[in-house]
Each structure stands twice: as C-alpha cells, then as structure tokens.
C-alpha cells in the first residue's frame, strides 16, 4: 500500500495569486481512522494557506507526539516540518521562530500533547506571545493510545471502556486568556465554514494565536456518554460564524441577519463576526472568559472569535530582536569587534 499521491492533476485546476495550485499546499494521504476530525481540521488548514496566498516553502509546521501530531504529514508537505518529543513543540517551534521571524509558524497538538505532558510548555509559549498559530485538535481522549481519558474530558463522560470522568477538565481556551494569549478562538472540525476563515484570522495575526478545534475521535470517543462525540457537539455548539477578508479584498460583509462587528486586524484585514449575544466584545479579556463560563454552565461550547489584541507585540518586539534571519547576518554583525563587547560587558557590570 502507498501513502503517496499520485502528481497528476487536472491542468485547469484554479492557482493563487502567486501561481500556485492547492495540491501545492496538500500532503501524503491520512493513515488516520476514516471520519476522523483530524483530516477535516488538516483540509481547513489547506485551504486557508492556498487562498491567503503563502508560499509553502514559506511555512514551517511543528507538532508533538499524538494522533494530532501526525497530521502535518498530511499537508504542506513542501513546507518545513518538524516532529518533536511528546509535549515540547513549543521549545522548537520557539527556537526556530527566534532564529527565522520571517518563516509562518503553524503548531499542531492536542489535548494530551498540551493539556498533560506539554502544560508547562503551552503556558510559556502563550505568555511570551510568539507569533505562530497554534492549533489544538482535541478529542477529549488519547487516541493513540486506545482511548484513556485526556485533560480535557468533562466531568461525567464515559469513556468507551464504560469509566466515568470524575475530574474538572482544563479549558485550554480559558488558560490561553489568562495568561495573556492575544487571539484565542474555537471551533468545531465539523464546522469548515466558521473553521476556514478562523484560520485565515490567525495566520494574519502578529502574535500568539491560538485555535481550540473540537474534533471527536470516532473510533474511542464516538459513542453514547461521550461529551464531545459528533452528535452531541453539533447540538451543543453555540456558533459565532465569521468571515476573515484580506486587506488586498474589497471590504464587504456577508451576513444579512442578526448585528455584524467588523474587527480589523493590525494589518488592514477585516473580521467580520456574526454575533450570537450582541453584547459580546472580542476586544474584552474578561467578558470572553465570562461568555465561556455562561456557556459551560448551560452545558454549550462557544465557538468563533473569542478575543483579539488588534495592537499585539509578539515576542521579537519583547527582545528587540535583529530583522534578519539569523542564517544571513554576516560575520561582521555577529563578530562587532573587542569595543563593542567590552561596551556590552561595562554595561552589565
């Protein structure tokens, strides 16, 4: 069996503004469970890149260990990539970001890659606001494992096994808001209309951006008693669809019913939100935290734009980091000379 898609495409296929074709921006073929949210999630995440018009080669995508973290395999495959150990995608992702600002960073966990072993890391890459879009696909289980609960399992699901939950899960969501993240957003795999633009919000944003993806494990968290299996997500959902346009597009809205916010973005984009509570501001910390604890209460999930820092300084500003990447300073820029040190080091003593 091959895991490699055949090159051929159709010649007529539709390109981007820069030329180039989706299959560009697509993988090798998912070796996931068929019906898996996973692959929905990796197909969003194609599309937003070939209609933002980034070049692939211009995209660096990092995961950790888990069902979620197999899934860059399975787009950008002309990208940069890299696979590290179960919980520390944010040391590299940082690492990497730190010595190539220029490159776009996409982060793929999931909920035990973030909310277990990888909590520390998460908390850290949120607070130092790094310019990346940082993407939890969470199933509320670890899938790879044969379907244990994850940390992010409500109280009072069953597991397949037939186990109840009995622990407060961690709202990665609500974490990310306190602690400073400067956009946060949920969604559903199953929703690729509110998903897509989502994306598009966050790659466009300079700073941390964080998107908390539903997505139910239909092998081990499918079934009947499970809080976050296809049917019983689509009823609980309380959606805020929107639609994300680019700076270089004419500004319009989409949404006739209902009230309409438009939130522009550092860069001249458009947000435009459908609001589902017309009192809901996605300028204001405190009242998306207080909207999700509403909606948990009543036992729904707030998905859309939940909060965005339109004036964000991402972790270069922070350091006041050099422009270039650090593979093109020359000799000279890394080597200033004994003055130049010695003035460093008398202003440090």
Known sequence: MTYIKPNFRHPNLPVNDLGYRKSDYEGSISTLCAGCGHDSISTAIIDACFESCIEPHRIAKLSGIGCSSKTP???????????????????????ANLANRELTYIGVSGDGDSASIGMGQFV??????????????????????????????????????????????????????????????????????????????ALAHKGFALIDVISPCVTFNNHEGSTKNYRRTREDVEAMPLDFVPMREEIKATYSEGTTKEVCMHDGSVIHLHKANVDFDVHDRVGALSAIQRCKEQGRILTGLLYMDPDSEDFHVALDTVNKPLSRLSEKELCPGSKVLDSINDGLR
Do not use: W
């Open 73 to 95: 395999t399975y787009f950008l495959g002309k990208s940069h990539g890299f696979n590290s150990v179960h919980g520390r995608m944010p040391s590299v992702a940082t690492g």
């Open 124 to 201: 850290h890459v949120v607070r130092r606001n790094l310019n990346m879009l940082y993407i939890v696909e969470n199933n509320g289980c670890y899938g790879l494992t044969k379907g244990q609960d994850s940390a992010t399992a409500d109280v009072g699901s069953v597991s397949k096994s037939g186990n109840t939950n009995a622990f407060e899960p961690i709202d990665l969501v609500s974490t990310a808001l306190q602690m400073g993240a400067t956009f946060v957003g949920r969604s559903f795999s199953g929703d690729k209309d509110q998903l897509e633009p989502l994306i598009k919000a």
